[in-house]
Structures are given as structure tokens and as C-alpha cells.
């Protein structure tokens, strides 16, 4: 009897024990299952925003599936090229707004924080710009009321529809000097305290950012906090810096990212712009973002043709998790992230600096399928 009873307690241990671990196991699942159905927005809601570009092929209804990603895990956008003056203005006296107002539509219909890039920059500007009706170089005064008209016009136009503005883009080289555009040529560094002024008068409520690559440049940082602080003593409505994040493996180093993060942050707000993460040679060792830089294909130049190996994936992912890890502590300072591009296939890196090459840049890929880094963000932001 004392048998039989022993092996019936051992029974009803074994029950509860089975019991026990199969509660816990689907309890993981469940989390787990939870976890996986967040999304990106959803994880970071209360950081800063997380945004993506639109593209003009997407504004034509020529990706749905890729908008379905931007729907699902976005809440700020930004026009990639639609925007930018050569588009808006390809001649004098005209300007071409429907896919800037397609834009704009899309981000008021899902309820997202826009974002309009960019107002002044010298690389897609018009050539008309910058000549007068003889063929010479504009006068300060011609090329002063053109600046005018169409920062006026373009956010005029969006007045308290488009949040926050790039309105110069790119005018420090990586030596902290100004660089010598036709705007500068022109007008000299006044350029862009006009386009500034202008910028704030067409709508008082927007936010006004400088936005440049290689921001983690100490004599590119000094040279944009010299050159911000400057215009912000003069009264100018500088409201915050965005960050290019033109990343690498290996560049920039994220220490001096992070002082710059810091300086940065000492002006106003600051934005990660323009992020992704090449994961390919570059043809000059660095992270910058000069985009009349090219070079000729070499087979070398494009090592990962049909898909990344284990080892490439796990320092992309690392390196990612890194950054983000970096953005969380820095929280308090940014006010939005912003991928440049919704999947590896409509990444500009396929293309630059080296013509036709495969690259794997975002959080997306081809088929507009998460990667496990997305996974790893999510659960990073949901543990800070």
C-alpha cells in the first residue's frame, strides 16, 4: 500500500511540475508573441518620432506594399526627392506641386509628423537660379528675391501642415568652412540667415533645422556650432540641427558622433536624419555624404551580390543597436529618427558612390520584409 501510495504522490509531482512549465512556456510565447506584434512607432512612441522618406514611385501608387510598411511602422515622414527646388521650380515663374501635395496628403491621412527637405541646398538646385535674363551671373538683389519667392511660396503653401523644415542643407564642408556654392558665391554666409528669415515669416510655427552629413566631424562640428550659435545671437529662428546618419561599419566612430549629439543638443533640438547603414567598401574610407563623388564598378566594390553573410549580419545588426542605444540615452535632446528609405531595394546606396551595386542599408529589405534587427530595436526601446 505505502508503494502505491508513494508512486500516486510521484504521479501528482509530475503533474504539477508539467502544469507548472507549460503555463510558464506559453506565457513566453504569448510574450514573445506581444513583442513581435509592435511596431516600430508603437516602441518608441514615447522617445521621438521614427520616420522614413517617400519616394516619387511610391507617391504614384507604384509601391503599395512598401507604403503598407510605412503605415504600419512610421509616424514621421519626409520626401526624399519631390521636394527638393529643381523639382518644385524646373523653370522660372513655374512650380509643380503635386507630388509635394501628394506628400503632404499622405502624412495628414495617417496622422504623421511631416517633415519638408529641403528649402536652400546648392546640389538640386535650378540652374536658372543663379543667372539673370542675359546668361550672367545673378546679382545679390536677383538672387535675394528669388530666395524669397520661393521659400514664401513652398511653405507658404504648407503653413501649419508640414511640422518642421530643412531649410539649408549641406553649406559647411568637412573642415568647418563654408562651402563655396553659387548661393555663397553670390550672397556670401548672409545666405543662410535669409533663408532662415524668409522660412520663419512664411509660417512663425514651423521648426527650422541647419541639416548636413559627417556631422560627427570635430572641424565640421565646430565649424556648424560657430556658424548656428552665430545666427541664433543675431536673433535668427535656428531651431535645431539634423544629423546625417550616413553610417558605416566601421565610421564614424560613435564616440565623437555622440559629442557632436551633445553639442549639438546645446542648440536646440536635434534630429537623426537620412539613416542607413552601408555595409559595403567605401571607395575613400569614410561616412560622408557628397553625393557629385562617384566611382567606376569594381567587382571588389560590390562583395555581397546575392544576399549578406552570417558574420556581415551580425555587425550590421550590432551596429544598429548600437546607434539606437546611443539615440535612447540622448532621448531627451532628439526629436525624430528618420531612415532614408523604407527597404534595401529604393536605398540611394545601391547606387552611390558606386553605380549598381547591392546593398542592404535598412531595417527593411527587398520584399519589404523586417529584419531581426527591427526585433532587437523594439525590445531595446521597450527595456529603457
Known sequence: MLKRKNYAIFILLLSVIFTFYSCNSNKKSVDKGDVSETTLKEAFKDKFHIGTTLNARQLRGGEPVAIDVVKKHFNSIVAENVMKSARIR?????????????????????????????????????????????????????????????????????????????????????????????????????????????????DPDAELYYNDYSMSNPRKRDGVVKMVEKLQNDGVQVHGIGMQGHIGLGNPDIREFEKSLESYGKLGKVMITELDLSVLPSPW???????????????????????????????????????????????????????????????????WPVRGRTDYPLLFDRQNNPKAVVQDLMNLASED
Request: aromatic residues 14%; charged residues 30%; without cysteine.
Open 285 to 351: 574610407g569614410d561616412a560622408g555624404a557628397e553625393i557629385s563623388d562617384n566611382y567606376q564598378y569594381e567587382d571588389k566594390m560590390n562583395p555581397f551580390p546575392d544576399g549578406l553573410p552570417e558574420d556581415v549580419e551580425q555587425q550590421f545588426t550590432k551596429r544598429y543597436v548600437e546607434f539606437f542605444e546611443l539615440f535612447l540615452k540622448h532621448q531627451d535632446k532628439i526629436s525624430r529618427v528618420a531612415l532614408w528609405g523604407v527597404n534595401d531595394g529604393n536605398s540611394w546606396k545601391n547606387n
Open 90 to 202: 524646373p523653370a522660372e515663374g513655374e512650380f509643380d506641386f503635386s507630388l509635394p501635395d501628394s506628400f503632404v496628403k499622405f502624412g495628414e491621412e495617417n496622422n504623421m509628423h511631416i517633415h519638408g527637405h529641403t528649402l536652400i541646398w546648392h546640389s538640386q538646385a535650378p540652374d536658372w537660379f543663379f543667372v539673370d535674363q542675359d546668361g550672367n551671373t545673378a546679382s545679390k538683389e536677383l538672387l535675394t528675391q528669388r530666395m524669397k519667392e520661393h521659400i514664401h511660396t513652398v511653405v507658404g503653401r504648407y503653413k501649419g501642415r508640414i511640422h518642421s523644415w530643412d531649410v539649408v542643407n549641406e553649406a559647411i564642408e568637412d573642415d568647418g568652412s563654408y562651402r563655396e556654392s553659387k548661393f555663397y558665391e553670390i550672397l556670401g554666409e548672409d545666405f543662410i540667415k535669409l533663408a532662415f528669415e524668409f522660412a520663419h515669416e512664411a
